[in-house]
């Protein structure tokens, strides 16, 4: 007969074992998620630079929302579409967007960033701006990741 002792570190030693295997697939979810967020980014740059209004529509939910600064929200991927395609057309050259951080659950992840925007006005030198966002993603029925919630904010201008 196994004492209490005995049946306590067996519980302690399963329930150990079970937690260890349910962080490490957890791992492994935001390992596959980060590598989709990346190279989503990646397309949503190549797109921005072409002004694909199309394209960024698309990497967008249907019911998606953005959150400009200093700007009222933005409902839907087409409108939100046309609003990078504004941004575009109004000088903003390039949007090369780096993820720092990625958390995981189930078929939604969020994501922190730095965006750097190359932004040129017509007659007038290149200049840079930086900006951090964050993004609620969702998974797809496809297993694609789309954007559903995007909002970011200016950082202050370095010398």
Same mark, same amino acid.
């Given at each position: ?44 740059? +190549? ?34 579409? +046309? ?22 659950s189930g078929d939604v992840a969020h994501e922190v960033g730095n965006v750097s925007l190359t932004i040129q006005s017509a007659g ?36």
């Amino acid at each position: 007969m196994l004492s209490t002792r005995a049946v306590v570190l067996f519980g302690l030693i399963a329930i150990s074992s079970t937690a260890c295997a349910g962080s490490k697939a957890n791992d492994e979810g935001i390992r596959d998620a980060r590598a989709a967020i990346e190279a989503a980014n990646a397309k949503f740059s +190549e797109a921005f630079a072409r002004g694909d209004a199309k394209a960024l529509s698309a990497m967008y939910t249907s019911d998606a929302i953005a959150f400009p600064p200093d700007s009222e929200m933005i409902r839907g991927n087409g409108a939100i579409g +046309e609003f990078w395609k504004a941004q575009r057309d109004g000088g903003v050259q390039s949007a090369a967007l780096t993820t720092i951080d990625v958390g995981r659950s189930g078929d939604v992840a969020h994501e922190v960033g730095n965006v750097s925007l190359t932004i040129q006005s017509a007659g007038k030198e290149p200049t840079t701006a930086m900006a951090k966002y964050v993004v609620v993603w969702k998974r797809q029925v496809d297993g694609s990741w789309k954007l559903h919630r995007d909002i970011w904010n200016s950082l202050p201008a370095t010398k």
